[in-house]
Each structure stands twice: as C-alpha cells, then as structure tokens.
C-alpha cells in the first residue's frame, strides 16, 4: 500500500469528523469569532519516523478548504523530539474542531512507522522482508498499511480476496492440507499464489509435495525452524509467524527465512507522542 486512494480516503477522514464534532464543537464555537483565522504548529514530543502527514492535512482541508500548509517533513522522515512537524494556517474554529482527529490519525500512523523502521532495521543484514498482517483497525486497513509501508516494512496480502493463505482451521475442515490444495486448485484460477500454514515438519513436507508458493511456520521454536528451512528452502519461499518480538527477531532472521509477519506492527503498538499548538 504505497498511496491512499482519495476517495477513500475523504470518507475515513468524513467519518472520523462525524464521530468526533457531530453537531458541531459547543466549546470552540462559542468561544471563537467564526471569521478567525490562525497559524498552529503540530510538535514532536517523541523520536520516531512520522507518517500520516497527508491524512492530517485532509482533516484541515475538509474544515477548511482555503487552509494552507508549511511541511516542514515528509512521510517516511525520522524526527526528534522537540521538531516542528507541520505549520498550519487557517480558520481557528476549523484547526482546533479538526485538531483531535488529525493527532489521532498522525500518531496513530507514526507509531506503526516508527515500529516498523525499528524491526526493518534488524533484520536488514538478513535479506528478510518485515510483513505485517490483517490485525489492522476496522475500517483502517488502508491507512495502517500505508504506515508499515514507510517505515520500510511491506505489506502482506490486503484482504481475503488477493491471496490463498491456507490455515489450520481450512485444514481441519478439508481433512488434509492435500484435499485443501485440491479444492483451491479446482475452484480457483492459477493467477492465485498459494501458501498454507503449517505446525510442524510433517505438514511442511506434504505443503511442499504440492508445490506450493509459500509456507508460514507458525509457532515454532528456533530448532524447528532452522529444519524446516534446510527441507523447504529452494523450493518455496518461508515466512514465519507468530510470537515474533523485537527481542526475537534477529535469531529469527539469521536462520535464512524470507519473511517475517508481525501482528504487532499494526494491533499493539504505541502512538507516537504529538501536540498542536495556536501560536
């Protein structure tokens, strides 16, 4: 996810200001001429890597379509606490109604970034790729994998209709991870990459006997890893899930796998710390 289409964009950003202002901000518009106009600062109280910088704006621009904008970063930047992020020059009552919104989004998305850069950054001496995965926000999908993207991870598939992922619950219901592959192959076109969970070296053998794209090991301890990488290697490309830490991470990556997905990257990160000033 290297952009966000506008569109859908304009209706997260519609529905966010909806949830948030309602009616309409009492405290500001009583308090705030309605002809007002003002310049605010968004500052970093946090090292980190910002993204996001086009959703906040668009919050503004939404409030107000004359507002002007001064960048002072760009997405993908890395920013040190006490930097000026964004310059802000337009209706007070829109920058401070649209204020909250924007930082949640800022933050929010910086966070995942920021984590992202700091995983990326381990396992870059590896040749392995960061991948995140479906434990996104409802209705954030876009946004929080946009977020991986600049802080240099990369995104696995984006939903349930782009890819086959075989999981053990499939499996179950199939009776084999045979028949599964059958029954995808059958029903499916051949465009479709094929990968399929697997728990242990019996399962990653009979994955591979029917050649199939990728294998995700999941839940597996250093030793069993190592193995199935000497039986899979050459003849699908390995990802492993599951437990992934930052204290993990680089063991993990010496091993010789190609991916590794983290959950964490995008359901349990923190925000990155940002503040909007009126100057």
């Known amino acids: 996810m290297r952009s966000i289409p506008h569109h859908l964009l304009k209706k997260i950003i519609e529905e966010a200001l909806i949830e948030d202002i309602g009616t309409g901000d009492i405290t500001t518009d009583s308090i705030v001429p309605e002809d ?32 002007k904008f001064n960048e002072k970063c760009k997405d993908g930047d890395s920013i040190r606490r006490g930097d ?3 310059e802000i020059y337009g209706n007070t009552r829109a920058i401070l109604s649209g204020e909250r919104t924007a930082l949640n989004f ?16 381990i ?7 960061i991948l995140d995965t479906r434990k996104t926000t409802p ?17 696995h598939r984006f939903a349930l209709y782009d890819m086959v992922l075989i999981k053990d619950n499939h499996i179950k219901f199939a009776g084999s991870i045979t028949e599964a592959i059958k029954r995808i192959r059958k029903n499916l076109s051949h465009i479709y990459k094929i990968e ?56 993990i990556a010496k091993l010789g796998v190609d991916f590794i997905s983290m959950g964490k990257l995008t359901h349990s990160v923190k925000s990155l710390d940002l503040s909007l000033e009126i100057e």
């Open 36 to 67: 007002m106009r003002s310049k605010a600062i968004i500052l970093s109280k946090d090292d980190g890597i910002i993204a996001g910088l086009i959703v906040a704006k668009e919050v503004f621009k939404y409030l107000d379509a004359d507002v």
């Open 84 to 86: 000026i992020i964004l």
């Open 106 to 121: 800022l933050q929010r998305l910086s966070g995942i970034a920021t984590y992202t850069r700091r995983c990326v950054d």
């Open 123 to 129: 396992v870059s001496p590896y040749n392995v790729k």
């Open 139 to 155: 209705l954030l999908r876009i946004l929080e994998k946009y977020a991986v993207k600049v802080g240099g991870g990369e995104n």
């Open 196 to 251: 399929v969970e697997v728990k242990n070296i019996e399962e990653l053998k009979e994955a591979l006997e029917n050649n199939v794209d990728m294998v995700l090991l999941d839940n597996m301890d250093l030793k069993i890893i190592e193995e199935c990488v000497k039986i899979a290697k050459g003849k699908a490309l390995i990802e492993v899930s599951g437990g992934i830490s930052i204290e993990n991470l680089e063991s």
